[in-house]
């Protein structure tokens, strides 16, 4: 039989011909040791050119595209292409990897640049459809901040050397400017402007002075200062230019014209070299890299070329390297007798190669694309074949032409001379091979001419006669020579010798294709008959090497990696020295030297890097003749599944679905839940028989290990147990911290958790989740302990670091593809670990992001051996390895030492003392060694005859397979298959400390009637005998023929029934277990199993075949059959008469039959309820409807059981969970309490004859538990509570309109422009012009057109607005926000937002700094508490991706933005205790939390907080790691253990009456109090998170806000709340919240509504819904209002008086104000009853008009604000409204269509003179001449029109209205504001525009948020513009003041004013 391993001898990589110079740019540099470093394929090349040699980097697994260099200049950053490709930065000095950045990009990693600074950060550029661009910290392989690049092509990026923290990129028509702050990097486009012409930018280098140099398609450069473009350097090259380099000297840059430019550091030109004129130059060669270092230039062209110049002799470039350029590479073909080679391309070249001096010996250029090619048997000629089906022969010596034939039509792709020369046989895709004499000239003298397909390979034999063939359609043909006869007899064929074998179908070479494979994917063979190997190239890149023959499919090889898609061909050279192979697509060819095996005996193979390069075929899944059978229980555990059809991960889902259904019965009462509770005592079991290394000792000497899905700490003196409960599902793997202090523990699930937690406390320290899918299956903790490495058990077995106090991952690779069964960490080296598993072993490196591994090499010493332990020794970095066959390996990385036979079996357990080892194997023998495996110094075996009398329980048999093996204490700790844990004493006595059923499920349970004893039995086939108190042992085992799954004890407990899985059962003696009685009278299993009460006459045997059997317990005998039931029988019981039988079944039958005939009975439901039961197990039936949850569609209950007194009843379930209701469970969806720790399924439950001891088994996990009924209900602490809060559906505590608006604000119909105003049409700037009936001349003879405007105080000097500043802003945000107002600096200042802008106001100058950095809408504001942070602000925004801001409050300087998942808007935010984390909350449906660590802009973690609002997140005042949110319907308490979020709900369980409400705010008490503000008034006091009491009614109305005091930790609460003599809506309360102090805000409003307090020294700072801040003295109780602002409400209306500092605002607030624009105050308001739209000045300043939104207008004196009069004409809303000049009309515009004019001079009756027809839409601006003789009047069409008055005819004449001088002008539409209309208003308008009264500038307002300045008039489309932020969505109107020094905006949505002041 041929050996069927992998050849022994292997390839090593010598050289690469080629460069990528094709799609990729800036790809060639110079390294620190002046090498020279690329990249070609998926290889990294290092070439040294002084010693012509070639290093290889080969950690990519695709094409590498990409290429930076570290400023160091010794590290290389490389990216690749691929689905998911990754960065890897490695060491051009020793070729190793770094680091592996990896998971942020798909497509491929287009750019990469290094920071210039100290280059430790990277960032890259992605070829998705978003080109996203990524930072990363690379050493720590992180993303910092990613963002979308463009929405196209990007080709290059580079860092600012000279600002730190900005980039610039640039590509398809575009340049962009980066600036990165915290996770955020914000772009800024580049202005082209009249400069230069947009066009595509191909490569950047920044400069100082904020200076950036780039290159053009058009060969110019282009020249930025900032963001806009000053200069261009025209023709700088003659066409694009490709790269640009900058360098100590200054740049150069390198072009498709084929030149290099050098240009000092202000870009003067210094020197041109055009690489066209140089002697290996060409027409058309393009540049596509250029590195300048020093003297000497490199330059990397399209076509594969790498030029040297140096710039002394810059006329002679040297050509120092080549390769083939575009199209495809297939022709290779090698000299019979030299060390030669030869390729032909699709680049129409021929290239002849000197192997033993790596160098290109000539070139020839043909006519046409070669793809195939082959040298006579001398040498003296050569063949080529050409893609147009013609052939060429030339003469070697001067490559000239002999002969140029053309026969076929189709690509020649395989060609070759006989051996003896006289013959050329040439194969075409046309399906023919012709075969040509050569020294007849080549006449054609045959044709074979079988072939269906294409022929792909053809060979010649030894003497000439034979050819065989190979063609795509996957068939082998045989033809006699020269005639091309087809050959058929089997005989003829089998005789024949080839002189060459390169076909690929064949018996000898069936092994090369796996067993299930396309034909075609293997493109070429060669083989080397003397050292009995061949090699293979195919369609996925790799070079293979078999052993030659190779007959079975599914050969061993060894396979190397390089190329990087297809490799077309691959040749031996002539002495076999080396083996050739050729890339398709990468151009390349590839030289390896081969190493024959025996130059390899025994010598450490040369590993490629980390075990990238040379792989010991993983992938061979043949029938393995000489590898041994696999052991019988690894088999068993390699096919273990740990998919779960529902994972818990998927209950809130399912609960949120059925929360929709119970909307249904949410009137209906659920019945509560009972009072008591039960606490988990103890649990048998241990999970052995699939995992390993779980069973340690701790810190204290406990015993830590795990069985379903419970930690458990035994304590060994004690026999006790405690638990860690925080796992939902079975834990697969436990690991201790080498301190012994914590554990981590790993489980199954979709997304399975890993939690750290502390033994003592059993407190979770951090939750790591989101890299394993299924499960984790081993876990180590570093020898640090500050990392853990988790392997899961997915497809690749991912193995992660993590460093999990953070919670972060640090590293993940693909483990292997086969199971792993251990990771280890080197006790020395922190970034070494290794794993075993199945066949294999991997030695693993951490690099950056990723690990690297380098595969264990066996050698000749051991077969590749399934491992199953390792351990780490103490010396030497020696490692030692169990192996399935009972051996120890013994490693030095990576090579095998030699192999010593331990154990016989597998060693499954193995651990490293101090001075040696211990090892477990599955023959049951424990082995002590020494610290080499020289000797082996004792050995124990397992056997009953050992046990010491003090074990707790009993051994089940001799010599169990070891699973875990532990020392500590002087004792030997070790766990074994069966589920027992076992204690072996040096000296040799044996104590057996806990025990547990074996693998199967357990479903068995019974309860002894009399004594604290219980029985269960189980798939293992094993009944066993347990004691339930306080000894808890297991006292009695006996092994079955079957398993079993029910059990039951008669009465008297003499008596034990047994139901068996094969239909029979057993009736043993209870206490020796023999048996007594047996029957075999069905097929199914027997499910359950009962005795009768009374004396126990009749036993019940239920089985799954449909019916109950009842037997006549004295007589032995079956009396009766119960039949009926449609489907399997799951519970039955008896009645305390014995009479009746209740029965369920699988199809949710309930049915009754009578004893002992087994009639059947029907029973009424309201009298099954009165039948007094001896047992009750049913799960149907009215009494425990209420059990069933609503998604029982998918969960069944397994098992019920209610206590003797009738009053509880527990459940078991498919989900794991115990339950326990109050008995009857009548009605719907009952409550309960709920506890964890099974895993899957409960599978039964029985109260113990106590009634205080519950039992329960978990099926496939294996446990018994044992729990105890605790009346006094502990507080748990798990973060699990036991309460299941489906909410109540109806409303508690009541309702607030404030609330229940809050709830539903829509926060994205305000994230986008929209328009404010519903107006149709065509907007200003699409409407076409029409030309006016005469073009005026340039030079008019007529009269000069009068001005536009009516200048005002012509006296002063026309002076135009350059410029507008924001001085003052009137408002503040209370309506839909809380805690937004705080004090800084000791109360001197105080911070505030509205609209997007924050403010910081000063209370001592009265003047106002704003920060306006955000988008839009600011939601919350925060202040750092901590004194390192003084006056460090965080503000969150509404968007779509919202950002949260941390910036400093004196300074405004950003400090850090935060990009956030949380989608819609933040909604709040808080610093945590020391100021460095900050939790904020999303408004989006999940309500997310996150915390972030701000200063890195790198988030923590974050998880969905709650299904309704969250309104408040606060971290707790001494704490980084807790707080707590509160909103809708909800309180919860929330830890950040590492980097998870875990909450516990709060529990109102133990007050009386108390309800859990709608919470508003929060604060907090010393030892652990938190207070939380209700909806009702009530504050609610929560110790941990259990209720303590309630504070009634500590408000009127909602509790909105509460602040705690940090010096004095008094608490100040704010509400709802009717000013009353003893009630005030601030109140300052004690540390307790048990006495307090109202305050009285004398706001004059009926009902106060505060909401936001903030306590400073002896002052109260209030923020109120209206908008108004006020100050309260502590002391005199005293209020003065700070600031005021408008209601929540649109403000519309706004005027300037006429020659006063003074204007007036109207709102929707019903509200008209006045204020003053000099002391910045509100001078007076007056209340309407209705919303007002407009108002305006009369003239003189004495009278002002109001217009309402229900049609009223009213006219006001100024002086008095008496009313002057009022009318009412229309129905609808009054737009504007306008006082003529000469103060003798009144015009009202309305949104009927309307303009109505009234009469001012007949006094107050306001007569209407007459109104305008025609109006074509709502009215929106008017204003009147300067005569009064006109109006112009702008409407919702985008129609402006012109009226006479008061006649209100419309002018038409364009000649009348071109007179007209304006007495003021805000209307948006008309010529002279056209400019002012925005390209991008399709979906939103421009609001408002005023002229200045200079006549020289306009500005507006738009639904963008924006105040933009113009020049007036402003007639050119898209005029130039100065634009001013602060206002969130939309500027709903704008004013000059009358002297034009400031401009008023007021805002839409923000309620705001803003006041701005000219320059």
């Known amino acids: 039989m041929a050996d069927r391993t992998a050849p022994r001898c292997q390839l090593r990589l010598e050289w690469i011909y080629g460069y990528r110079g094709h799609q990729c740019r800036n790809n060639l540099f110079y390294t620190a040791g002046k090498e020279v470093v690329y990249f070609v394929a998926g290889v990294g090349v290092v070439y040294n050119t002084r010693e012509h040699t070639q290093r290889f980097y080969l950690g990519h697994s695709d094409d590498i595209i990409s290429l930076a260099l570290h400023p160091e200049r010794s590290l290389v950053a490389t990216g690749q292409v691929g689905k998911d490709p990754y960065i890897c930065v490695w060491d051009t000095f020793n070729i190793q990897t770094v680091s592996i950045l990896k998971d942020a990009h798909s497509h491929g990693v287009a750019c990469l640049a290094f920071s210039a600074d100290t280059g430790e950060r990277l960032v890259s550029v992605g070829l998705d459809a978003k080109n996203t661009v990524c930072v990363w910290d690379w050493k720590r392989g992180k993303v910092i901040a990613t963002a979308t690049g463009h929405s196209d092509r990007i080709f290059d990026i580079t860092w600012d050397p000279f600002q730190q923290n900005h980039l610039v990129s640039c590509g398809v028509k575009h340049i962009k400017f980066w600036a990165m702050c915290g996770n955020a990097l914000t772009p800024k486009r580049g202005i082209f402007g009249k400069t230069g012409d947009l066009q595509t930018i191909l490569c950047v280098a920044a400069a100082k002075d904020d200076v950036t140099y780039s290159g053009a398609l058009n060969g110019d450069i282009y020249v930025w200062k900032g963001l806009n473009l000053i200069r261009t350097v025209q023709g700088a090259h003659g066409a694009g230019i490709f790269s640009m380099y900058a360098c100590e000297e200054g740049f150069a840059t390198g072009g498709r014209d084929g030149c290099i430019r050098l240009w000092d550091v202000d870009f003067k030109p210094i020197t041109k070299i055009d690489l066209r004129e140089a002697e290996q130059g060409y027409k058309g060669l393009s540049i596509r890299s250029v590195c300048w270092r020093a003297d000497r230039i490199l330059a990397g062209t399209q076509d594969s070329e790498i030029f040297e110049v140096m710039v002394r002799d810059r006329d002679k470039p040297l050509l120092i390297m080549q390769g083939h350029s575009e199209g495809e590479l297939w022709a290779l073909g090698v000299h019979p007798k030299k060390p030669l080679a030869v390729t032909g391309s699709d680049d129409r070249s021929v290239r002849l ?66 051996p003896d020369g006289a013959y050329l046989a040439v194969g075409s895709n046309d399906g023919l091979v012709d075969i040509y004499a050569v020294a007849q000239r080549y006449k054609k003298v045959g044709e074979c001419s079988r072939s269906s397909s294409f022929i792909t390979h053809l060979d010649w034999s030894v003497d000439g006669k034979f050819l065989q063939t190979n063609d795509g359609a996957g068939e082998r043909l045989f033809y006699r020579m020269p005639t091309g006869k087809h050959l058929t007899t089997k005989e003829e064929i089998k005789g024949i010798h080839w002189v060459s074998w390169t076909c690929v179908i064949g018996p000898e070479v069936s092994g090369i294709w796996p067993k299930y494979t396309n034909i075609n994917e293997i493109n070429s063979l060669d083989a080397n008959f003397s050292s009995a190997v061949l090699v293979t190239g195919d369609d996925f890149g790799l070079v293979k090497l078999f052993r030659f023959p190779c007959l079975k499919k599914g050969a061993k090889f060894k396979k190397y990696i390089g190329h990087s898609a297809h490799v077309t061909n691959v040749r031996w050279s002539h002495d076999l020295q080396w083996v050739l192979t050729t890339g398709g697509a990468d151009h390349s060819l590839f030289q390896w030297r081969f190493l024959p095996e025996g130059i390899m005996n025994g010598v450490v193979e040369p590993t490629f890097q980390d075990g990238f390069g040379d792989s010991n075929s993983e992938e061979s899944d043949s029938e393995l003749s000489d590898v041994p059978e696999l052991d019988s229980d690894i088999e068993q555990e390699t096919q273990i599944n740990y998919d779960r059809q529902v994972y818990k991960e998927d209950l809130p889902q399912l609960k949120q679905q059925s929360r929709e259904k119970t909307q249904q019965v949410g009137s209906l009462k659920r019945q509560q839940a009972p009072d008591a509770g039960l606490r988990l005592q103890f649990v048998h079991g241990y999970r052995g028989y699939d995992c390993r290394n779980n069973l340690f000792y701790t810190q204290a000497g406990e015993v830590v290990y795990h069985v379903a899905a419970v930690g458990i700490v035994y304590n060994r003196q004690q026999h006790t147990q405690r638990f860690y409960l925080g796992h939902d599902d ?144 103490h010396t030497d970095d020696l490692v030692f390895s169990g192996a399935a066959t009972g051996d120890i390996y013994i490693w030095k990385e990576p090579v095998l030492l030699k192999t010593i036979k331990a154990h016989d079996g597998p060693v499954f357990a193995m651990f490293s003392l101090d001075k040696g080892f211990v090892t477990g194997g599955k023959d049951g023998v424990v082995e002590l060694w020494d610290d080499t495996f020289e000797r082996c110094l004792k050995t124990y075996a397992i056997k009953r005859a050992t046990l010491s009398s003090g074990s707790k329980g009993l051994l089940l048999e001799d010599n169990p397979s070891i699973r875990a093996i532990t020392l500590g204490h002087g004792r ?222 998918i969960t069944d209950i397994n098992a019920t059981s209610l206590t003797s007194d009738r009053k509880l009843l527990a459940t078991g379930d498919d989900f794991g969970f115990l339950k326990l209701f109050s008995y009857p469970a009548n009605g719907h969806y009952a409550r309960f309490k709920r506890y964890v720790g099974h895993s899957a399924h409960v599978t039964n439950v029985r109260w113990a004859q106590d009634g205080v001891t519950l039992l329960t088994v978990g099926g496939a996990d294996t446990a018994l538990m044992i729990w105890t009924l605790d009346s006094s209900v502990p507080q748990d602490s798990r973060p699990v509570d036991s309460e299941e809060s489906e909410e109540d559906t109806e409303e508690d505590g009541g309702y607030d ?236 308490f929330w830890t950040l253990a590492g980097g998870s979020l875990m909450y516990k709900k709060g529990v109102v369980g133990l007050v009386e009456d108390a309800r859990m409400q709608t919470m508003l705010s929060v604060a907090f008490g010393a030892n652990n109090l938190t207070f939380t503000g209700a909806i009702n008034g009530d504050v609610y006091v929560w110790r941990d998170h259990f209720l303590l009491r309630v504070v009634a009614k500590a408000h009127t109305g909602p509790v909105f806000t509460m602040y705690t005091t940090l010096r004095d930790g008094l608490i100040v609460t704010g509400g709802k709340e009717r000013p009353t003599k003893e009630g005030g809506a ?174 001012l001079t007949q006094g107050s009756s306001l007569n209407r003179i007459g109104y305008c027809k025609d109006i074509p839409s709502f009215v929106i601006q008017m204003d009147f001449s300067a005569d009064s003789r006109f109006i112009q009047v702008s409407t919702g069409a985008y129609k402006r029109q012109v009226h006479e008055v008061p006649s209100g005819k419309i002018v038409t004449e364009q000649t009348v209205t071109d007179r007209i001088t304006w007495a003021s002008w805000t209307s948006v539409l008309g010529d002279e504001v056209l400019g002012v209309w925005p390209r991008n208003a399709d979906k939103a308008d421009v609001n408002c525009t005023c002229v200045s009264h200079a006549g020289l500038n306009v500005v507006t307002g738009d639904d963008f948020g924006l105040v933009k300045l113009f020049d007036f008039p402003c007639s050119e489309k898209f005029a130039k513009h100065k634009r001013f932020f602060g206002h969130s969505a939309h500027v709903t109107n704008i004013r000059f003041s009358y002297d034009d020094k400031y401009v008023i905006s007021t805002g839409g949505d923000d309620c705001s004013v803003f006041v701005w002041r000219c320059l």
């Not at 072993?841 to 690099?847: D, S, Y």
Request: charged fraction near 25%.
């Open 972 to 1193: 030997i700790l070790v766990g074994t298959k069966n589920g027992e844990i076992l204690e072996i004493d040096k000296s040799g006595p044996i104590t057996l400390l806990v025990q547990g059923h074996m693998e199967g499920e357990v479903w068995g349970l019974a309860t002894h009637p009399l004594l604290p004893v219980c029985a269960t039995v189980s798939d293992d086939r094993t009944l066993r005998i347990w004691e339930t108190s306080s000894s808890h042992r297991m006292v009695a085992v006996r092994k079955l023929k079957k398993g079993g799954r029910c059990c039951a004890f008669s009465p008297d407990g003499k008596a034990l029934a047994v139901g068996l899985n094969d239909g029979s059962f057993l009736v043993v003696n209870a206490d020796t277990l023999e048996d007594m009685v047996s029957f075999h009278h069905r097929k199914e299993l027997i499910s359950d199993i009962k005795f009768s009460r009374d004396a126990g006459k009749y036993l019940a045997v239920a089985s799954h075949d449909h019916f109950v059997d009842i037997y006549n317990v004295l007589t032995s005998k079956r009396v009766g059959i119960c039949k009926g039931a449609t489907s399997y029988i799951t519970h039955i019981d008896w009645d305390s008469h014995g009479k009746l039988l209740q029965v369920n079944s699988g199809a949710k039958e309930l049915l009754f039959f009578e004893a002992p005939r087994g009639k059947r009975q029907t029973i009424r439901p309201s009298e099954i309820e009165k039948i007094e039961w001896a047992t009750w197990t049913s799960v149907l039936g009215p009494t425990c409807e209420g059990i069933w949850p609503i998604h029982s569609g």
């Open 730 to 873: 079975d834990i697969l793997s436990l690991t201790v911290h080498p301190l012994k202090d914590y554990a981590a523990t790993g489980q199954v699930g979709r997304d399975p958790a890993v939690h750290v937690w502390d033994i003592q406390s059993l407190k979770c320290l951090s939750l790591l989740k989101g890299h394993h899918h299924r499960g984790v299956c081993a876990l180590d903790f570093s020898a640090d302990g500050k990392s853990l490495v988790s392997v899961g058990v997915d497809d690749d077995h991912t193995i992660v670091v993590w460093d999990w106090k953070k919670g972060e991952k640090l590293a993940t690779a693909r483990g292997h593809k086969d199971k792993l069964f251990v990771v280890k960490c080197s006790p020395l080296l922190m970034d070494k670990l290794v794993t075993v598993g199945m066949k294999h072993i991997k030695f693993w490196q951490l690099a950056g992001g990723g690990l690297t591994f380098k595969r264990g090499v066996f050698g000749n010493l051991g077969k590749p051996e399934t491992m199953m332990s390792v351990c780490y020794g």
């Open 1626 to 1799: 601030v109140k300052l309360w004690d540390q307790e919240m048990k006495r307090c102090r109202a305050f009285q805000l004398e706001t004059g409003q009926v009902v106060d509504c505060v909401r936001s307090v903030c306590r400073g020294k002896g002052k109260i700072l209030v923020g109120t819904k209206d908008g108004e801040i006020i100050e309260v003295g502590e002391k005199n109780a005293a209020s003065n209002i700070l600031i005021n602002g408008h209601m929540q409400g649109e403000i519309w209306g706004l005027a300037t008086h006429p020659a006063k500092d003074v204007f007036i605002t109207a709102s929707d607030d019903g509200t008209i104000r006045i204020w003053d624009l000099v002391d910045k105050k509100l001078l007076n308001k007056v209340s309407l009853g209705h919303p007002a739209k407009c108002v305006s000045y009369s003239p003189d300043g004495e009278m002002v008009a109001i217009g309402m939104k229900n049609g009223e207008f009213v006219v006001l004196l100024t002086n008095s604000l008496k009313m002057w009069g009022k009318k009412r004409d229309r129905s609808s809303a009054i737009q504007d409204i306008r006082f003529s000049p000469d103060k003798h009309l009144l015009v009202v515009g309305s949104a009927e269509c309307t303009v109505d004019l009234y009469d």
């Open 353 to 418: 190669w000197s192997l033993a001096d790596h160098a290109l010996i000539a070139r020839c250029n043909m006519e046409e694309a070669v793809r195939s090619v082959a040298f006579s048997s001398d040498g003296s000629q050569l063949a080529l074949g050409m893609k147009d089906g013609s052939f060429t022969v030339l003469r070697v010596r001067d490559m000239t032409e002999i002969v140029h034939i053309k026969d076929r039509k189709e690509v020649i792709h395989e060609l070759k001379f006989s």
């Open 1297 to 1532: 309109s404030d609330v229940a608006r809050e709830k539903v604000i829509d926060y994205t119909t305000k994230i986008y422009a929209a328009s404010i105003r519903e107006m149709t049409g065509t907007k200003p700037h699409q409407q076409q012009k029409e030309a006016s009936a005469e073009e005026r001349p340039p030079v008019s003879r007529a009269v000069p057109l009068p001005e536009k405007l009516q200048k005002n105080n012509i006296s002063k000097k026309k002076k135009l607005v350059e410029d507008l500043v924001l001085d003052h802003v009137f408002g503040f945000r209370g309506f839909d926000c809380r805690n937004n107002l705080h004090y800084l600096n000791d109360g001197t200042d105080i911070v505030f937002h509205t609209a997007a802008t924050a403010l910081v106001h000063s209370l001592t100058l009265g003047t106002q700094s704003f920060y306006l950095e955000h988008t839009d809408d600011i939601l919350c504001l925060t202040v750092n508490q901590h004194p390192k942070y003084k006056n460090i602000i965080a503000t969150g925004q509404i968007g779509a991706t919202p950002s949260i801001h941390v910036w400093d409050a004196m300074s405004k300087q950003t400090l850090s933005i935060l990009r956030c998942s949380h989608a819609k808007g933040v909604g709040y935010v808080n610093f945590s205790a020391t100021g460095k984390l900050l939790v904020s909350v999303g408004i989006e449906p999940e309500h997310t939390i996150t915390v972030w660590r701000w200063q890195e802009g790198a988030k923590v973690t974050s998880k969905g907080g709650h299904p309704d609002r969250i309104f408040v997140a606060e971290f707790r005042p001494d704490s980084d790691s807790q707080f707590v949110s509160v909103g809708i319907k909800h309180v919860k």
